[in-house]
């Protein structure tokens, strides 16, 4: 096993994501899968191989600082599942002890 | 067991460009909420980041300004973590190949010059403000999100631990302001946000050279809370170490009000940032040539400020010092210089009653109610006679109050002062006349008694007696009889 | 023949002279989706009424005389992860089923411009994940040329809907073979054009260093006018490209006289169907005929660009998909606090494959594993493109299967995520390197369609078209309609 249950909760937590138990086992075996799959990998020899994370070589892009008309209010907000007064609103926010 | 300090700070600075540092939007300060944003600084599905060329710009003065190294090859990333403040709950930041590195600031404390290093200034997005929040506000079980300053540019900027004590890291914080004024870069209003601080702090043995754990300091809203929560800080984790224990590694938060630190520690587990390189913008490749031009086009620094004040105006070092703390400050002498003032004297009254005013009011020189116009036509007077000092800080407090110009005041208030030596005599006479005693004593040898008559003599004058004459008028009257 | 059967450039002409009218074209289009939408399910939004609007507006421009674009007045489907002002874009996910972006992605504005005309949003894999569009949040959508099998993915509405007639071209979007797979297994011409060649703004992101959208079209022709219109440099794009685009309906020509072909023996793999293979070989024998020369050339890395690619892909669709929490767009479950929220609401809504790769990607760039899995993937899509830029030091274009089989049967692969990623071997490696690559139909098998993929290099798209076209003009497989169990 490449990865184990725990593994995975802990992953979900980071993503934001709940599973219930056997939904748990399930992406475990499945991730496990993907994971020794991917094992391949370390067959290839990447000494001195720089990673690619841009396949164009673009550079310097960048645009000139001026301010430009925002979004009218009821544009941005008109999607928001609840608002109050000009603002989203969300859930309580906790914040340490 | 004496404990040695080692403090680092991170401060945050809005830069004053006029759009955002991915998108269009205005970064102005206090507009009403969500009305300078768009769908990229929202982060609606789809949209993706432009960078701001001004924010480079601005990014390799500041590491100019402070010794730095730039990269000619630096490049964004990632920081993945969920908050509401954050759109796309990541932040386009700078991770491991910042715009500037490795340079340093030296800092003057009780007369001792000390160099504190930069580790390194990286761009970043600011996230937006989250109104209402925290568990502890019992009557609000939500929180309201504004996403004007989601986008708007920051540059950190990271110090080596290299403090040793809350005086160092407030002078430190001091100069970075300074040095981001004078470059135009940021208004630094840490009151608005604009100039933010958070600070690194742990203990050691004395002599020894291990870092202790370090705990971080946020909500540090100015040179005040800088100073005095590094104080309290280290005073909390001597008692923990004393007691035996281990200080935590964790987040606190300052609160003012009340005087301490509560940890900020959250029930879940500690951020993995997951960085990545950010996929929607290329990297940034500052040539040899770039960096030259903006080194030839620096605003005056403030130590080359300070050195010009000394040379030009003859000032001395610790009040060139004083004065060119503020860029405002630096200026408003500047111009009232240009008013034919006298800069010695200007200064004086920069330094005295035009601070302690500012003080009192808790305002900037900025929004100072007396032009320096205003000030060097109030010294003018002084110069001629017109008014004593003694009057003009009278004068002074009603043009503060007023917005008059002193000479109006002088006038209204008839405040001219009285240089006229037969007038003058004919009081000090009057004061003679009226007091055989004080007199007698004088001549008997108590000087004392001299600073009695000049009073009364300043009193009958209503305080308009020039005082230097009537002294030595008072004591030829005196001699003569 | 019905006006749906035709393609964009024989409409054209029609409007041109007059023989139909634009509303006559966008009703008939509009037929045919009620005719046969029930059995096909390509479209998770139509847009009549605007449709029959833009309709009308063109009518009046020709009445008065005005010239009008190519793809003016032509009824088409733009894939739901397109971001489209006003009209919902749900990329197939429940959790953006009520969102309405309140702007347009640059390639629409680009074909409003042109007048064309579009009838809805095509259904997809949720958030472009997947191979055979069985991962909609919505529905299934079902291959026209045999309702059973799946139409391919994630672009499967976009290509059904143009096998079908209820559209004469589409946009799709390409990550790992997306706009390809589904065109061969509709029998379409799909293209995916190089890296930055198109905007990717207002393209609901799902791996930002692989995602291009392009054109799925009946034939080689249309793909050139849309080619056209969508390609250039977007100010709002910071990845897209400042070359200049051709035009590359100058590269429709019927010749290929001394191209040199090459075809990678890593790309024939154990488990395709020997009809595929027969039908490829076949194609390069013709092309052969048609004056082309042909190596037999080795890309190495091949075998590695299947797991780099789910390292890489999840990995930024883990960092893209944050977004989706309930804040302040699309669907929201409500929780004691945020952070129940964000769990309820994502998980609520997000789709089980999705899930998959949010957290393959979190686990690759996890402390700890970071260098062991995204680096390395990292490092070897170099390699990978060094194959490519050796290859093309010897060859003009790389010759492979576009898919190992033909469209498999709906349910087949669904509960085996590992087999379904199988399917990418032959589009992958494209993605990875960056290059354009299209597309055509060869053959069939068991009457189902065969597609040819045709790679070239960067910005060579009309080297493709070049190739693409010879080889469509020299056979028939362009100009069969699908059969849709009879209708």
């Known amino acids: 096993m490449k990865i184990t249950c725990k593994d995975v909760e802990n992953v979900a937590l980071l993503s934001r994501l709940e599973f219930s138990a056997s939904e748990l086992e399930t992406f475990t075996g499945q991730m496990d899968a993907v994971l020794q799959y991917a094992e391949v990998l370390n067959k290839v020899n990447v000494d001195g191989v720089e990673p690619m994370a841009h396949v164009l070589p673009l550079k310097n892009v960048m645009r000139v600082d001026e301010a430009k008309p925002s979004l009218a209010r009821e544009l941005a907000l008109a999607n928001a599942p609840e608002q109050e007064d000009g603002y989203f609103k969300v859930p309580q926010v906790m914040e340490g002890e | ?481 | 023949m019905e006006l749906f059967k035709y393609t964009a450039g024989q409409l054209h002409e029609k409007l041109v002279n007059k023989e139909v009218s634009a509303v006559e074209l966008t009703n008939a289009v509009l037929g045919r989706i009620d005719a046969v939408e029930k059995d096909v399910q390509a479209y998770i939004t139509q847009t009549k009424e605007h449709a029959l609007e833009q309709a009308k507006s063109v009518d009046a421009k020709i009445g008065q005389g005005q010239s009008i674009g190519m793809l003016a007045g032509i009824p088409g489907a733009l894939k739901d992860n397109i971001c489209t002002k006003g009209t919902t874009t749900t990329c197939a996910s429940q959790i953006l089923a009520n969102f309405v972006p309140p702007y347009d992605a640059t390639v629409v504005e680009k074909l409003m411009a042109e007048d064309t005309i579009v009838v809805g949003k095509a259904n997809m894999d949720e958030f472009a994940m997947g191979g055979s569009t069985e991962n909609s949040g919505f529905f299934t959508t079902h291959n026209p040329w045999n309702l059973e099998t799946v139409p391919g993915g994630s672009s499967g509405g976009s290509a059904a809907a143009v096998a079908a007639g209820e559209a004469i071209w589409s946009l799709g979007s390409d990550t790992g073979g997306s706009i390809r797979q589904p065109a061969a297994y509709c029998g379409l011409v799909g293209m995916k054009p190089t890296y930055g060649r198109v905007s990717r703004y207002g393209l609901v992101a799902y791996a930002s260093s692989l995602d291009q959208i392009g054109p799925i079209t009946r034939d080689v022709t249309d793909c050139a006018h849309i080619m056209n219109i969508i390609c250039g440099h977007d100010a709002k794009d910071s990845t897209s490209s400042n070359s200049i685009v051709p035009d590359y309906t100058k590269s429709l020509i019927n010749n290929i006289k001394g191209l040199k072909i090459g075809l990678p023996k890593e790309y024939f793999v154990a488990g395709m169907d020997p009809a595929v293979e027969k039908a490829i070989n076949k194609a390069i024998e013709q092309l052969v005929g048609l004056g082309a020369e042909y190596t037999e050339i080795s890309m190495p890395h091949t075998e590695y660009a299947l797991s780099a690619y789910y390292m890489i892909a999840p990995a930024e669709a883990s960092s893209n998909l944050s977004r989706y929490d309930g804040v302040s767009f699309g669907k929201r479950v409500e929780g004691t606090d945020i952070i129940d929220m964000y769990k309820k609401t994502r998980s609520e809504f997000l789709g089980s494959e999705v899930k998959r790769r949010i957290m393959l990607g979190t686990y690759a760039l996890s402390a700890g594993y970071h260098d062991e899995y995204y680096m390395k993937a990292l490092k070897v899509r170099t390699l990978v493109k060094q194959d490519f830029d050796k290859a093309f030091a010897n060859v003009d274009v790389i010759i492979t299967p576009t898919a190992p089989t033909t469209a498999f049967k709906i349910g087949e692969k669904a509960n085996d995520p590992l087999a379904m990623y199988l399917q990418d071997v032959c589009t992958i490696p494209v993605n990875l390197a960056g290059v354009p690559a299209v597309s055509i139909p060869c053959g069939f098998a068991g009457g189902m369609p065969i597609g040819l993929q045709i790679i070239a290099k960067p910005l060579a798209e009309e080297t493709l078209i070049r190739t693409a076209y010879t080889f469509e003009q020299n056979n028939d497989y362009h100009k069969g309609f699908a059969t849709m169990g009879g209708k």
């Not at chain 2, 715009?99 to 030296?106: E, K, M, P, Q």
């Not at chain 2, 950010?278 to 490749?285: G, N």
């Not at chain 2, 004065?323 to 002498?333: C, E, F, G, Q």
């Open chain 2, 1 to 481: 067991m004496d404990y040695e300090i080692v403090i680092g700070l991170e401060i945050h600075t809005e830069l004053k460009t006029k759009s955002k540092i991915f998108c269009g939007c205005s970064t102005k300060f206090g507009s009403p909420q969500n009305t300078n944003v768009c769908p990229v600084c929202l982060g609606l599905p789809g949209v993706l980041p432009v960078l701001n060329e001004k924010v480079v710009e601005y990014a390799v003065r500041v590491g100019l300004a402070l010794n730095c190294e730039i990269l000619p090859f630096s490049k964004f990333d990632r920081k993945n973590y969920y908050y509401p403040d954050l759109p796309k709950n990541f932040q386009t930041t700078q991770y491991d190949l910042p715009i500037c590195v490795n340079g340093h600031l030296d800092i003057e404390v009780d007369g001792k010059t000390k160099r504190i290093g930069i580790t390194r200034i990286h761009m970043e997005e600011d996230a937006g403000k989250l109104v209402h929040s925290g568990a502890t506000i019992t009557s609000s079980d939500s929180a309201l999100v504004d996403y004007n300053r989601t986008g708007v540019p920051l540059l950190e900027i990271v110090s080596e631990p290299d403090m040793s004590s809350a005086e160092e890291a407030r002078a430190y914080l001091e100069k970075i302001k300074a040095i981001l004024e004078y470059l135009d870069v940021s208004d630094c209003k840490m009151e608005e946000g604009s100039l933010r601080c958070d600070a690194n702090i742990s203990l050691r043995p004395q002599g020894t050279t291990k870092l202790g754990t370090k705990a971080e300091m946020k909500n540090l809203n100015s040179f005040r809370s800088v100073q005095r929560g590094i104080e309290y800080e280290t005073a909390r984790q001597e008692e923990v170490l004393e007691d035996g224990g281990k200080v935590v590694q964790e987040t606190r938060t300052w609160d003012e009000g009340k005087g301490i630190s509560l940890s900020m520690r959250t029930k879940e587990q500690a951020n993995d940032y997951r960085y990545l390189p950010e996929p929607d913008l290329v990297p940034v490749i500052v040539d040899p040539e770039k960096v030259a031009e903006i080194r030839a086009n620096l605003p005056e620094l403030p130590e080359a400020r300070k050195q010009r004040l000394m040379a030009d105006y003859g000032l001395s070092t610790y009040d060139a010092a004083v004065i060119t703390v503020s860029k405002a400050m630096a200026d408003y002498l500047d111009e009232s210089v240009a008013c034919q003032a006298d800069a010695k004297l200007v200064a004086n009254w920069l330094m005295g009653e035009v601070s302690k005013h500012l003080n009192n009011d808790s305002i900037t020189i900025g929004q100072c109610p007396v032009a320096p116009k205003q000030l060097a036509e109030l010294i003018a007077l002084i110069d001629k006679g017109t008014i004593s000092n003694k009057i003009a800080k009278t004068v002074f407090e009603e043009m503060w109050t007023s917005r008059k110009d002193a000479e109006v005041i002088v006038k209204e208030k008839g405040l001219v002062q009285i240089s006229d030596s037969s007038e003058i005599i004919a009081i000090v006479d009057g004061v003679i006349a009226a007091n055989p005693q004080s007199v007698a004593d004088f001549k008997a040898g108590k000087e004392k008694a001299i600073g009695f008559l000049v009073g009364q003599t300043m009193k009958q004058s209503k305080g308009k007696a020039n005082p230097d004459m009537v002294n030595s008028l008072l004591r030829e009257r005196l001699q003569g009889n």
